[in-house]
């Protein structure tokens, strides 16, 4: 199992946390660098979507 989480997350934090606890051949990895900046377009809706817009405020 892979798990990317955010390091600045207290809640990825702890997934990843007890993922170690419960399966040692899990493979944390933490967003970093090109990663993290990919990560924000993840279940975004298309651009210039006005829920999106309102979301954002």
Do not use: H, N, Q
């Amino acid at each position: 199992m892979r798990l990317l989480y955010d390091p600045d997350c207290g809640f990825c934090a702890r997934a990843a946390d007890w993922l170690r606890a419960r399966d040692v051949r899990a493979e944390i990895v933490p967003l970093t660098g090109a990663a993290a900046a990919r990560k924000s377009t993840w279940g975004a809706p298309p651009a210039r979507s006005p829920t999106w817009a309102r979301r954002a405020r």
